[in-house]
């Protein structure tokens, strides 16, 4: 999930530097930045907590690597680990990171004036890769296959006769150096065997921002476009626009299509970036109003239930995401047509809330000015039983993960053993479906409202937002609710399937298996594979070492699964770090034939370039699905097609044993998992 963001000032060459790694990150998002001494990092930083982690320092440490972070002095890194900081910025500005290789330290310093921003291009990582000259090779396929065995090249339909341990072929001249064999066999008649979810695809749409099926929802509930670069306002993607394109998703290999929330958002607006630069409205869908309900931009129930029946036709299981620790803010339009009584309303205000514009010394968080955060009348909005908040009888947010409120939104008492009322505008709310339970506490209440999701739709599983920040017992309740809700639509039905599926969002969490697997998690997505990316990309030996210990774990942990991506909505695009679609292609190659599950996130397969973002970077991760597309774009397209038809055909890919296979040059491997066996091998550039 989006919250509070980090700006960022960049002015990177392609000089040559060092593979170091600077990540700066606040509980909600996190971006890495190359280290060299050429070239300081200087970032805007608002005012807030930030980690700050330093890898792979290359060189040797002395034993002066310090634990504390301070201004205008050398920290002294450790080459060893990880060197981790905690930031407190007071005062909000431009810092800059200095690096200094030979010591190695690093300087943090705050400038004095703000320079011109500049477009973030990443150099690509300078490695030494092999290099493949075209023409035939030789690949050595040890004793995976037996002599005899006839197998075929995935990109250019070669078959191969396997002699002496190995094959001869010629590589393809667009598959950048890659080459993926598997076995010929005679296509039989038989049932589609279950999804093993640790080679699952998941395909994520931020649904607004897909394709739009139904203009004539565009505007719901007043809602404004703002005439400019319309950086967060809706764009009108919804659930008829993902059905529309439903056979694309299919053809990309897709196991299962993650949805951004779908339910009713906040009406209105509030205020983007640190500068109000922009009005900010709930597009993404993490911020809601009434979790039971499909949000009108986004469609009604008929739309749902026709895309999980479409989806469930192609043999594509639909993941909805659940939201359970915090409500979405206060707008103006939804505490006018609420009628809470908080907002004195200035005489040259519009009668209608959701049309407000700042005036010429205002921006979009100055209608703040007229709200009353003292008034006790935010008693009849969500009450003290049901928030933490800063409202008059209302309980003070924490600093710990539990208790503590996400860039302010309402934090849900989810601890709390209480019983409590909806309030009444909740309940008054037109369409809902909430009502007054006897006994219910607030987690009550949240999970059959997340769960209703599954028993009227036939939901196959959620991709449960901000994991850390509610307590286990709550998760569990939740996959047991929902596993129970699964099996009543499957009866009602007469339908059968795969057990309830749910994967969690524990914000920088890489591949092991920690305990929150026991808290009714069948997978957490892995924050560490967009950091291995880079060098992956640049030379694809380079993900040697990690593919064998996520494979190694997998085979250990019989519970673990790991979900790794290349984009994300609240970190970075890919293609945005390098503008290469030769880097795009090959950090494909190193995402979808990973072990562990993987997510796409819509438009990688294409490039999709940023967008528009005024003060707040991750919006522009959010940019419109690319639909119209150059020549570049389709040829990165039928490389990511036949990668993930690849992988869907081969379940030995994601939840295979994998073993290394050494060849004369290159990198080459085997992924095995019962009779399933595939050889992938990297040439050279």
Same mark, same amino acid.
């Given at each position: 999930m989006k919250l509070n963001t980090i700006t960022t000032l960049l002015f990177l060459a392609s000089a040559n530097l060092s593979a170091a790694t600077l990540t700066i990150s606040t509980t909600t998002n996190s971006r890495d930045y190359p280290l060299s001494e050429e070239h300081p990092i200087n970032v805007e930083l608002s005012k807030d907590s930030y980690s700050i982690k330093i890898t792979d320092i290359d060189g040797s440490c002395s034993s002066e690597a310090t634990t504390a972070l301070k201004f205008n002095t050398p920290t002294h890194l450790d080459c060893q680990k990880p060197s981790e900081f905690d930031l407190k910025i007071r005062v909000s500005g431009n810092y800059l990171f200095t690096f200094n290789q030979e010591a190695p330290s690093i300087t943090l310093t705050k400038q004095k004036s703000k320079t011109v921003k500049k477009e973030f291009k990443r150099p690509i990582p300078k490695v030494t890769c092999d290099s493949y000259q075209g023409g035939e090779v030789t690949l050595n396929v040890a004793t995976t296959f037996a002599d005899g065995t006839n197998l075929r090249e995935k990109f250019t339909g070669q078959v191969v006769t396997v002699d002496n341990q190995q094959v001869t072929l010629t590589p393809s001249t667009q598959s950048g150096g890659m080459v993926l064999l598997e076995p010929v066999k005679k296509q039989k008649n038989k049932e589609v065997q279950p999804l093993d979810w640790r080679n699952a695809n998941i395909y994520f749409v931020m649904v607004d921002r897909f394709n739009n099926g139904n203009p004539n929802n565009d505007g719901s509930y007043g809602r404004q476009k703002d005439g400019k670069d319309e950086v967060g306002t809706f764009h009108g993607g919804d659930l008829k626009g993902v059905i529309e394109k439903l056979d694309y998703i299919q053809s990309l290999g897709t196991d299962a299509l993650w949805l951004s929330p779908i339910v009713e958002q906040i009406h209105g607006f509030v205020g983007g970036g640190e500068k109000g630069s922009f009005p900010f409205y709930a597009y993404h869908g993490y911020w809601t109003r009434d979790f039971t309900k499909i949000d009108e931009n986004f469609g009604n129930d008929s739309d749902l239930a026709l895309l999980v029946q479409e989806a469930h036709k192609r043999g594509i299981k639909v993941l909805l995401d659940a939201v359970v620790n915090h409500s979405g803010y206060a707008s103006l339009a939804d505490l006018q047509f609420d009628g809470v009584d908080v907002v004195s309303a200035k005489s040259n205000w519009p009668d209608n809330w959701t049309t407000w514009t700042p005036s010429s010394n205002e921006n979009w968080h100055s209608y703040n000015n007229s709200i009353d955060y003292s008034s006790q009348n935010w008693m009849d909005w969500w009450g003290p039983d049901w928030i933490r908040a800063g409202f008059p009888n209302h309980s003070k947010p924490g600093t710990g993960d539990i208790k503590m409120s996400l860039a302010g939104l309402p934090d849900f008492i989810t601890e709390s053993d209480k019983a409590v009322t909806p309030p009444k505008w909740l309940l008054a709310n037109p369409g809902t479906r909430v009502s007054s339970r006897q006994n219910f506490t607030v987690s009550d209440y949240l999970i059959e409202w997340?769960?209703?999701?599954?028993?009227?739709?036939? @939901?196959?599983?959620?991709?449960?937002?901000?994991?850390?920040?509610?307590?286990?017992?709550?998760?569990?309740?939740?996959?047991?609710?929902?596993?129970?809700?699964?099996?009543?639509?499957?009866? &009602?039905?007469?339908?059968?399937? &795969?057990?309830?599926?749910?994967?969690?969002?524990?914000?920088?969490?890489?591949? +092991?298996?920690?305990?929150?697997?026991?808290?009714?998690?069948?997978?957490?997505?892995?924050?560490?594979? &967009?950091?291995?990316?880079?060098?992956? =990309? =640049?030379?694809?030996? +380079? @993900?040697?070492?990690?593919? &064998?210990? +996520?494979? *190694?774990?997998?085979?250990?942990?019989?519970?673990?699964?790991?979900?790794?991506?290349?984009?994300?909505?609240?970190?970075?695009?890919?293609?945005?770090?390098?503008?290469?679609? *030769?880097?795009?292609?090959?950090a494909a190659s190193a995402l979808l034939l990973s072990p562990g599950a993987i997510q796409v996130y819509y438009g990688d397969e294409v490039a999709r370039a940023i967008g528009p973002y005024a003060d707040d970077f991750h919006q522009g991760t959010r940019s419109d699905m690319i639909w119209q597309l150059d020549g570049e774009r389709e040829k990165l397209l039928e490389h990511w097609k036949i990668l993930g038809q690849f992988r869907k055909a081969h379940p030995a890919i994601g939840a295979? +044993?994998?073993?290394?296979?050494?060849?004369?040059?290159?990198?080459?491997?085997?992924?095995?998992?019962?009779?399933?066996?595939?050889i992938v091998a990297f040439v050279g550039k």
């Open positions: 997340q769960t209703d999701w599954v028993k009227r739709f036939g @939901i196959d599983g959620f991709r449960v937002d901000t994991v850390k920040h509610v307590e286990g017992e709550v998760w569990q309740r939740l996959k047991k609710q929902a596993t129970e809700n699964l099996n009543v639509w499957r009866k &009602q039905n007469g339908k059968s399937g &795969q057990p309830f599926w749910m994967m969690g969002e524990v914000w920088g969490h890489s591949a +092991y298996r920690s305990p929150y697997f026991d808290d009714g998690f069948d997978a957490l997505i892995n924050f560490d594979m &967009q950091k291995k990316m880079d060098k992956g =990309a =640049a030379c694809f030996s +380079y @993900i040697a070492d990690t593919y &064998q210990s +996520y494979a *190694d774990t997998i085979q250990s942990e019989k519970d673990f699964n790991p979900v790794s991506y290349m984009s994300s909505h609240d970190t970075e695009l890919f293609f945005s770090r390098y503008k290469s679609f *030769d880097m795009q292609r090959d295979g +044993y994998h073993k290394e296979l050494k060849q004369s040059s290159g990198y080459a491997f085997s992924r095995i998992l019962g009779d399933d066996k595939i």
